[in-house]
């Protein structure tokens, strides 16, 4: 079958993707964007799995959320559950971005917990996005298991997802103000705060809530 002149530039803009530049993978990015078509799809799915470069990734997360949902919304989902770390939080942001609830089944808690901090972080920013109406005590429930977990980064992304679930969360913050591992408390406690006052910083929250820690504080303080 001859390729016309219509069918040359999309497949041309496809093959951009695989360029060794990444200013030339971003304006690959853009063009299939541009011109949605559901012969992109696939590709730029796959590409997102592997793309090294943050800002080509983003490109290639807008150019998804310009197709059709039914023509996206599946692919993301299968690829949630991939084998690559990349795959599935490139999925999970895309999905976020994307907004549509039906895509909620794929936030299972093994995803929310996933050992990779990157997928993780991922997860939490897209259910709090996705959650359906009612099921924010159970998210917040299952974020709260996370509190401790990882580096000051990962800390300030759950944080931020617990506050987006407003009142949902206070329960939950409460009862881990009391954990027994020190590392929950504190980051409970900063997280608490935050819901309180959006304008306190988050390096300060986290450093008044490890003094209180320190000083033998529990829920009670800071109420």
Do not use: C
Not at 54 to 74: G, I, K, N, Q, Y
Not at 192 to 197: E, H, N, S, V
Not at 206 to 212: D, G, H, L, Q, S
Request: without cysteine.
């Amino acid at each position: 079958m001859t390729m016309t002149s219509q069918d040359a530039d999309p497949m041309r803009a496809l093959r951009g993707l695989e360029d060794g530049r990444a200013s030339v993978r971003l304006r690959a990015a853009l063009a299939v964007g541009s011109a949605p078509d559901p012969r992109f799809v696939d590709k730029l799915v796959e590409r997102s799995a592997v793309e090294p470069e943050f800002f080509v990734r983003d490109m290639l997360t807008w150019a998804l959320t310009r197709h059709p949902v039914s023509m996206t919304l599946a692919r993301l989902v299968r690829e949630v559950g991939s084998d690559r770390p990349q795959a599935r939080s490139q999925a999970l942001h895309t999905l976020s971005k994307i907004g549509d609830r039906r895509a909620w089944p794929a936030i299972t808690r093994a995803v929310l917990r996933d050992a990779d901090d990157e997928v993780a972080r991922s997860a939490w920013r897209a259910a709090v996005v996705l959650v359906p109406e009612g099921e924010e005590p159970a998210l917040a429930a299952a974020l709260a298991t996370q509190l401790g977990r990882g580096d000051r980064e990962t800390h300030l992304s759950l944080s931020r997802a617990l506050i987006a679930l407003d009142e949902a969360v206070v329960e939950v913050l409460d009862a881990a103000t009391e954990a027994p591992d020190p590392h929950v408390r504190a980051h409970a406690l900063a997280t608490r705060r935050l819901l309180r006052d959006p304008d306190a910083g988050f390096a300060s929250a986290i450093e008044e809530a490890k003094r209180v820690v320190a000083l033998g504080g529990s829920e009670h303080e800071g109420r």
